[in-house]
């Protein structure tokens, strides 16, 4: 029982955050410095979400890469930034990454 108590809780106090802000600006106009600066918010997420994911080969070794993931990544940005389309830079950057394996693998 204690367990659904805190789940309640933690989402009783998450909705009332967010609303916050939807009660609190709905009146009223962001100031500009602030609109300016949330507009990094998704970009710095996804960073900060993604890169560990990329760079690290392994969470229980943080002092190690993973190269193909890295190389992988790298094309994929280049392919994103070049084209702009979502389903090709997925297709070629996994693509990459399977190829990169498969060839490690062989050696």
């Known amino acids: 029982m204690k367990v659904w108590i805190v789940i309640a809780v933690v989402g009783l ?3 009332c955050s967010r609303l916050s802000f939807i009660a609190f600006f709905s009146r009223r106009s962001v100031p500009a410095p602030l609109a300016r600066a949330l507009r ?3 970009a710095a997420m996804l960073t900060a979400l993604i890169v560990p994911m990329i760079v690290l080969a392994s969470p229980m070794a943080p002092d190690s890469t993973d190269v193909p993931r890295i190389v992988a990544a790298i094309l994929g940005g280049i392919v994103a930034f070049r084209t702009r389309n979502v389903l090709l830079t997925l297709g070629f950057g996994m ?3 399977w190829s990169l394996q498969m060839l490690l693998r062989a050696n």
Do not use: E, Q
Request: aromatic residues 22%; without cysteine.
């Open 40 to 42: 990094y918010v998704p």
């Open 13 to 15: 106090l998450n909705y």
């Open 95 to 97: 693509a990459t990454l």
